[in-house]
C-alpha cells in the first residue's frame, strides 16, 4: 500500500529563519519591505508545489540590534496581495490576539479567504513582551496561562463570527430590495473573562466557512488551547522518535477533548538548508553562525540538498511520524533556488482547491443554523 503524501508547508521569515541570513549576496534583503519580494517567494512556493505557506507576524520588533534586519510588513497584508496572484497554495498568516480585538481578526481572515477563493488560514499567536503592551499601553504583560486563555476566547469569538452569517444569507433580491435574510444573521451573544461581543459580523461567510486554525503546542498552555480549537497543530522535536511520540500524545489529547484525531493535521517543524553538496551546505551555515553566532539550537533539521531532503521526507512518510511538514529555511532564497533546480523534493500538486479540502476537512455548516453545527 502506498504511503499517504505528507502535507507541506514553508514558512516564510523574512529572508530567512537564520538571523545573518540578510548578509547573503542571494538574501534579495535590499526588497525585504517591497510587495515585489513577497509575491516572487510565494509564488515560488507554489510553483515548487508546496501545500501552504506560514507567514509569521508579531507586534515587536526583532531583537539583535544592528546585526539582524529589524521590522516586518503585516502578514495578512501579505497574503492579501499575494492571493489573486496564486491559485493552489495555502496562505497562513500569524494574527496575534492578545492585543487585536477578536473582531477585526475575524474580519481580516474572512476577506483572506475571499481573496484567495477559500485558501486562507489563520495561525494564532501571542504577544508576550513588555514592548509589545507598552505599544498598546491597554495592560501590562500577562503570564502564559492568562496570555492562552484570553486567545481560547479569542479564537471562540472569531469562530462564532465566522458562523454568524449562515450560507445563504445574501439573497439579492432585486424585486424587493432585500439584500440578505436577516433570519440567516445571527447575534453571537458572547461574553468572557476577556470580550463580550454580540455580533454578528460585518462580513459574509467565507468560501470556506471556517477557515484553518493553527497553534503551536510549544508550551502546555498553548497546547492545550491548540487539541481543543486547531485544525493544524505545530510541532518541533530533537529527533523524529520524539516527533512521533508527540503525535501520539496530541492525538490521545484531541480525543479527551471529544474530537476526532483524524480532523487535525500535526506538522513537524523542520530547519533547512540546501545547497548543491552537503559539504557546501555545512561551510554555508557555518558561516551564517559565524556572522550571528547567537544562533539557537537547530533540533531536528536538514543541512544538505535538496536530493537528500526528498530522502529524509520519504523516511519521515514511511515513519509516520507526523501528518506534514513545514519548512524553516536559514536562508530562504538559497533554498528556494535549490529546490526549483531540484524540484523532486517537494512533489507539485496542481490540484485547485481549498485549504480546507487539501487538508481533507469537511466544510462545516454554521452552528446557528438550523440544519446542524460547526463544531
Do not use: C
Not at 329 to 354: D, F, G, N
Amino acid at each position: 500500500m502506498s504511503q499517504p503524501r505528507l502535507f507541506l508547508g514553508i514558512e516564510t521569515v523574512g529572508t530567512g529563519t537564520h538571523p545573518a541570513s540578510w548578509r547573503r549576496t542571494d538574501s534579495g534583503a535590499e526588497d525585504l519591505f517591497t510587495a515585489g519580494y513577497w509575491t516572487a517567494v510565494i509564488a515560488s512556493a507554489e510553483q515548487l508545489g508546496f501545500d501552504a505557506v506560514f507567514l509569521p507576524d508579531s507586534f515587536g520588533i526583532q531583537s539583535g540590534g544592528a546585526a539582524v534586519t529589524r521590522g516586518r510588513l503585516d502578514a495578512v497584508a501579505i497574503a492579501a496581495r499575494t492571493a489573486p496572484l496564486t491559485s493552489r497554495i495555502g496562505l497562513i498568516p500569524q494574527v496575534p490576539v492578545t492585543h487585536t480585538e477578536p473582531f477585526h481578526a475575524s474580519k481580516a481572515v474572512t476577506a483572506l479567504d475571499f481573496a484567495s477563493l477559500g485558501r486562507a488560514g489563520w495561525e494564532v499567536t501571542v504577544s508576550t513582551t513588555e514592548v509589545e503592551a507598552k505599544a498598546f499601553g491597554r495592560k501590562a504583560v500577562q503570564d502564559p496561562k492568562s496570555l492562552w486563555h484570553e486567545a481560547d476566547e479569542a479564537i471562540e469569538v472569531v469562530t462564532r463570527l465566522w458562523d454568524s452569517w449562515e450560507d445563504g444569507a445574501e439573497i439579492r433580491d432585486v424585486p424587493t430590495g432585500r439584500f440578505i435574510d436577516r433570519d440567516r444573521l445571527h447575534y453571537i451573544d458572547f461574553a468572557g473573562d476577556n470580550f463580550s461581543v454580540k455580533g454578528p459580523s460585518i462580513t459574509p461567510r467565507s468560501p470556506q466557512g471556517q477557515p484553518v486554525i493553527t497553534v503551536r503546542a510549544d508550551t502546555p498552555e498553548s497546547t492545550e488551547v491548540a487539541v481543543r480549537r486547531a485544525d493544524i497543530i505545530r510541532i518541533s522535536a530533537p529527533d523524529l522518535a520524539a516527533a512521533a511520540a508527540h503525535r501520539v500524545a496530541l492525538r490521545a489529547a484531541i480525543a479527551a477533548e471529544g474530537r476526532d484525531p483524524d480532523t487535525v493535521q500535526i506538522l513537524l517543524d523542520l530547519p533547512v538548508h540546501l545547497a548543491d553538496s552537503a559539504d557546501a551546505a555545512l561551510a554555508e551555515v557555518r558561516e551564517l553562525d559565524h556572522w550571528a553566532a547567537d544562533h539557537p539550537p537547530l533540533g531536528f533539521h536538514h543541512v544538505g540538498t535538496a536530493a537528500a531532503l526528498d530522502d529524509l521526507l520519504a523516511e519521515i512518510t514511511r515513519a509516520d511520524a507526523v501528518d506534514g511538514v513545514v519548512l524553516r529555511p536559514l536562508a530562504l532564497h538559497a533554498s528556494l533556488a535549490e529546490l526549483t533546480t531540484h524540484r523532486s523534493a517537494v512533489a507539485p500538486s496542481t490540484t485547485t482547491v481549498t485549504l480546507r479540502e487539501r487538508l481533507g476537512l469537511p466544510r462545516p455548516l454554521s452552528r446557528y443554523a438550523t440544519t446542524g453545527a460547526a463544531r
